[in-house]
T-cell receptor, first 110, second 114 residues
Framework: SQQGEEDPQALSIQEGENATMNCSYK?????LQWYRQNSGRGLVHLIL?????REKHSGRLRVTLDTSKKSSSLLITASRAADTASYFC??????????FGTGTSLTVIP | KAGVTQTPRYLIKTRGQQVTLSCSPI?????VSWYQQTPGQGLQFLFE???????NKGNFPGRFSGRQFSNSRSEMNVSTLELGDSALYLC?????????????FGQGTRLTVV
């Protein structure tokens, strides 16, 4: 079963705008990872945030984690057409068994 | 450093047949996990191997099996294929197993069962 749920399911923005997507999960976690998937292809690892971290940055990406609300958000600043993809959050507890959310489909319009 | 390599990229099989998929992890990585992705069920964990031992298994029937070799390469086998097994199969490579480990995915194998 999937532990995470992304919100919104779909998001369409203009190039240059910021995109924010959220992830909620159900049980306690040790870390949360965000991935990008271009249509029908593999998952690209974006960022990992540990349960004792509240915010993390990587280039144009900013991830926050609120363990009290069991939620995380991914912010992509100054979006580009190449950012068009589906974005997934994945939570892990034991070993490398990850639970993925349903994904947010992001469309960036040039 | 080469990424995770999955072969083949595409497969078409007939119902009832069996199939073997291969995954070569990033050099130095000892953990390989397998996932099935379908439009209806999303990404679901199949199993994880670390140092040739299965560590975790998801909720899939026994027709789905796997193994890992001493060089960390892993294979996944599906026997008696069903139409519902059509999916993108992804493997993930991690340096270690346990908490806080980043997982890197391959491009996947697209299996179509007809």
């Amino acid at each position: 079963s999937q532990q995470g749920e992304e919100d919104p399911q779909a998001l369409s923005i203009q190039e240059g705008e910021n995109a924010t997507m959220n992830c909620s999960y159900k049980t306690s976690i040790n870390n949360l990872q965000w991935y990008r998937q271009n249509s029908g292809r593999g998952l690209v690892h974006l960022i990992l945030i540990r349960s004792n971290e509240r915010e993390k940055h990587s280039g144009r990406l900013r991830v926050t984690l609120d363990t009290s609300k069991k939620s995380s958000s991914l912010l992509i600043t100054a979006s580009r057409a190449a950012d068009t993809a589906s974005y997934f959050c994945a939570t892990g507890d034991t070993g490398n068994q990850f639970y993925f959310g349903t994904g947010t489909s992001l469309t960036v319009i040039p | 450093k080469a990424g995770v390599t999955q072969t083949p990229r595409y497969l078409i099989k007939t119902r009832g047949q069996q199939v073997t998929l291969s995954c070569s992890p990033i050099s130095g990585h000892r953990s390989v996990s397998w996932y099935q992705q379908t439009p209806g069920q999303g990404l679901q964990f199949l199993f994880e191997y670390f140092s040739e031992t299965q560590r975790n298994k998801g909720n899939f029937p026994g027709r789905f099996s796997g193994r890992q070799f001493s060089n960390s390469r892993s294979e996944m086998n599906v026997s008696t294929l069903e139409l519902g097994d059509s999916a993108l199969y992804l493997c993930a490579s991690s340096q270690l197993t346990g908490r806080g480990t980043e997982a890197f995915f391959g491009q996947g194998t697209r299996l179509t069962v007809v």
